[in-house]
């Protein structure tokens, strides 16, 4: 893989770095596609590094069942081809017997076939889209709530303020059409209706005839619903047409990269959230990745690196369960055998009929020192 200039040395540290790749004699391999590079770089960034947290600290404990677990990352660049091509090297050359934290919705949908013909389980795909939890998909284990939990909640919320003149911007592809279901819903739910509805292209967002549109309609709050730099272009397209209302946008951007691409424009942004904050002590995870990170001196918990480091601790609790020798059969197995299971304040469960995960979603607004607050 060859990414241009400082970004792949970056990107090339923290493959190294995050997924203890320098341990050769790693015995459970498990393979990752997902943009190292691209418009959702800088969040994918963050919850690798969260998901390393954890990873690398039970590897140094001696892995699990004595056999270091090693993740196999690929860079698709965000691209939904590339990560059709970058599953089927790590199923059928790298030999992984699971898969891991894949991004976007199109993206993970894409593989699907690929992982019922091979029988290989996906733990923890980056993505809330409806269609991976019903019907329920043998092969893909949930953590975080569906989006469209998200968009209804946010609804809801700014009715409560009495806000009631909403508009949706979506990107246009399955995740927006999903996220917009669930705006849909929310609308429903509170007696509204959407004042507009505008979708932009995923591969090359122009916001030049949107925004203009978006400002003359004067909404009072804007839903906007897409990923990374994509969103944040539009964020700056949205601002500079003169559109004041408040920006909600989904968990996916949750990120310090989100915030600093933002810059002055990220203060008083609403994000939803599907993980406890990464600040909140109640929570015995977040204490758990916030002693990690001190230790390491890794800087602050970020909302993505709490999903990664989730995600991780699902993981690798399925491989506990596999048993002495985790393949592909075992690994499903042992995911499947978990009931009730307190991850440290957040309980999950799952089982031959239900895949997904955790039931937590909550909103955040970013302060004017950068953080999510909520």
């Not at 090297?89 to 991004?103: C, D, P, S, W, Y």
């Not at 996906?122 to 949930?142: D, E, M, R």
């Not at 090359?204 to 969103?231: C, H, L, M, N, W």
């Not at 304040?345 to 009929?353: C, R």
Request: glycine share 10%; proline share 4%; hydrophobic share 45%.
């Amino acid at each position: 893989m060859t990414v241009p200039g400082t970004l792949a040395k970056c990107a090339a540290a923290l493959l190294t770095l995050a997924f203890g790749a320098a341990q050769v004699h790693a015995q459970i391999l498990i393979g990752q596609t997902v943009g190292i590079t691209g418009s959702a770089a800088a969040t994918v960034a963050e919850s690798m590094r969260g998901a390393a947290l954890y990873l690398d600290h039970v590897n140094s404990k001696g892995g699990v069942g004595g056999q270091k677990v090693e993740v196999v990352s690929m860079d698709d660049k965000f691209d939904p081809k590339l990560t059709l091509e970058n599953t089927r090297a790590l199923i059928e050359e790298k030999g992984v017997i699971g898969l891991f934290m894949t991004r976007g919705t199109p993206h993970t949908q894409g593989i699907i076939p690929l992982l019922e013909q091979h029988a290989v389980p996906l733990v923890g795909p980056s993505t809330g889209a409806i269609a991976l939890h019903q019907p329920v998909n043998k092969y893909i284990f949930n953590v975080r709530a569906p989006y469209q939990r998200e968009v209804e909640k946010a609804i809801t919320h700014l009715n409560t303020l009495g806000i009631k003149r909403i508009g949706v911007v979506h990107v246009d592809d399955t995740f927006g059409a999903d996220g917009l279901a669930g705006a849909q819903s929310g609308f429903k739910a509170n007696q509204l209706e959407a004042l507009f509805v505008e979708k932009f292209d995923r591969a090359k967002p122009d916001y030049s005839a949107i925004a203009p549109r978006v400002a003359q309609k004067e909404p009072q709050a804007i839903i906007f619903i897409g990923t990374g730099a994509a969103v944040v272009d539009g964020i700056k397209a949205l601002r500079a047409a003169g559109a004041t209302g408040q920006i909600v946008t989904l968990s996916n951007n949750a990120s310090g990269g989100f915030v600093k691409a933002l810059g002055e424009q990220a203060r008083g942004v609403v994000v939803t959230q599907v993980f406890p904050s990464e600040r909140s002590l109640n929570y015995a995870v977040i204490k758990e990745a916030m002693d990690l990170v001190r230790a390491r001196n890794l800087g602050e918990l970020t909302p993505a690196m709490v999903e990664g480091f989730v995600s991780a601790k699902v993981l690798v609790e399925g491989l506990k369960r596999a048993g002495a020798k985790p393949d592909r059969a075992r690994l499903q197995a042992g995911l499947e055998s978990i009931r009730k299971w307190d991850l440290g304040g957040l309980e999950l469960s799952y089982s031959a009929t239900d895949h997904s995960g955790l039931d937590f979603s909550d909103l955040s607004i970013i302060g004017s020192d950068g953080r999510f607050k909520r």
